[in-house]
């Protein structure tokens, strides 16, 4: 396993990271909680020490759960946590199933005390602005407040998570521009390049790292090429929707495999971890067969510029943008 540094936050991620929002009870129903902490033990006897996770998933489950896995080890890991959804207040009877977002200082404070208690630490490395709208800009307090977190020592350092709307990516370059966000969480992958495209120069100028999450699409750059059903209670859309022309990008890509000498699922994170700033991939791993597949993509040799030049290629030819001056890759 490689290991990148994030921005200039002074800390160090392996490449492939480990993203708990598919252990968590809305995305899955088939692992149980030993079976899940044997996953995140797994990734981190192979080299992983980046774990994305968020209060919101399964209401603090997933927190629990790594707190599990890292009992012994939380000195080795990097924790990404996120706050900015409300299910502490909230009422579910008045809105089922969704919760409502809230972006004050006091309540990213409380957020962040409660994810520390339930992750068993002293310390996130990594809080990120959950999914925040553009309003979330002016608000003064919540970076003043942020800052002092950080001196305080309960957080090593923030960063956004920007939303899979088009607004998305707005989000992402203002807070990094503005507020000058030392990190930004975007989805980006071979077959859908919108929010990158926005966001990795911006990104490389500031010195702002980039953590990809759905580099493979929702499994369309996988080998059976079918996008994950999530159940309709995924409120979140944690995967994006894709554009209109995904599934023919990606047929088009299938030649990758055989002359580059890795899965396809592997091309698609050594492509996204080719992109300017980026630090980490997030991959979804539900079993052990994907934890060994993911860790092994470090190590496979980097994707040659002529083929990053023409999986930019396939994406112009179907993205109405039309091709770049300069491929992402450069």
Known sequence: MKYRALGKTGIKVSEVGFGLWTL????TRTTTMQESVNLISAALDLGVNFFDTADIYAEGYCEELLATALRRRRHVAVIGAKAGYDFYSFNPLLLPGKRP????????RYACER????????YIDVLQLHYPGLNVIGKDELFRDLERLTVEGKVRSWGVAAGNSPQGAEVALAVIEERRAPSAQIPFSAVDQRAGRQVFPKAAAAGAGVIVRAPLAGGLLTPSGEAVREPEEDWMQITPALPPHARKISDALTFLPRELGASLAQVAVKYALAMPSVATALPDMRSMEQVAEFTETSDKPEIPQEYLERIEEIYATYDSRG???RPLGE
């Open 24 to 27: 968590s009870s809305v995305q």
């Open 101 to 108: 977002q809230k972006f004050t200082a006091d309540h990213i």
């Open 115 to 122: 994810s520390l208690k339930r992750l068993g630490t002293d």
């Open 323 to 325: 091709p770049r001056e």
